[in-house]
């Protein structure tokens, strides 16, 4: 990266990002009125493409610094899914356990069975590839592709991580204020937590995949996939988010063992 802060990344990734969420913020105080006929769809559509905030920011920074040509180099860098069938397991297997278990968990103490977003589970496959492309997982290029392999250069690996993970749920606020969103239902310290979690955990997988970045979004967008798989996010306002708390804490918790380890390169 010749970008000795990426300022310019940052700038164009949040104006890019809270421009495109500001409508609804507005539309939700009564300031702007947008039809309600639409407002279902235009709403998911508005923070789809307000999510493509870090791949803009990449673009420009990439553009600017570097020319045309750095651009197409630097997408061919997601091109490779060969992680090998231990990367793709692990992926399964931690970011998939700790959201059945917090789905579960609370029905051994009399908490009702709390019915699957999917409307059928053979959907999932499909889902995740929606989650990768257009659910979240398409941050990654700027976050994980961009961002954090200058913040590991800088800070190393026990800290980048942690400091991303505050820029990263910052970088979410907006949708806190936008009627309509899962924000709105979850408690920003928990899920600062998580994303404090998903990146110790995102980078290690990235770097045990023998850093092919598709790793990333496939991360993120199974990570997404399995909450609606297993939901541990209850869409009402008055309920009490014991899902929620359970899953951030579990991935919060593995985050740090993971960095503890790779700090002792135990794995």
């Known amino acids: 990266m010749n970008d000795k802060f990426p300022i310019r990344f940052f700038v164009v990734t949040i104006l890019w990002s809270w421009l495109f969420f500001l409508p609804l913020i507005l539309n939700g105080y009564g300031i702007i009125s947008i039809d309600n006929n639409i407002l279902p769809i235009l709403t998911p559509l508005i923070i789809i493409i307000g999510a ?4 803009i920011g990449v673009c420009y920074s990439l553009h600017t610094l570097n020319g045309k040509g750095a651009i197409k180099e630097y997408f061919k860098l997601f091109l490779s899914l060969k ?28 908490q009702d069975r709390f019915a699957s977003y999917l409307p059928n589970p053979f959907l999932f496959p499909i889902y995740i ?22 913040l590991e250069k800088r800070y190393g690996i026990i800290i980048s991580p942690f400091i991303f993970g505050i820029i990263w749920a910052i970088w979410h606020i907006p949708l806190w204020f936008i009627p309509g969103s899962t924000q709105v239902y979850m408690n920003f310290f928990g899920f600062t937590l998580l994303t404090i979690g998903y990146s110790y955990i995102f980078e290690w997988i990235i770097k045990i995949s023998g850093k092919r970045l598709l790793s990333g979004l496939l991360s993120h967008g199974t990570a997404n996939a399995f909450s609606a798989l297993f939901p541990f996010l209850i869409m009402d306002s008055n309920a009490i988010q014991i899902r929620f708390w359970i899953y951030c804490i579990f991935i919060f918790i593995i985050g740090i063992i993971i960095v503890v380890l790779r700090s002792y390169k135990k794995i």
């Open 129 to 150: 590839i929606f989650c990768m492309f257009l659910g979240g997982g398409q941050e990654e290029i700027g976050w994980r592709g961009y961002i954090m392999p200058y």
């Open 52 to 55: 493509f905030g870090p791949t």
């Open 83 to 110: 992680f090998g069938w231990k990367v793709w397991l692990l992926i399964f297997l931690i970011l998939g356990i700790p959201a059945f278990l917090a789905w579960i968990i609370p029905e051994f103490f009399g």
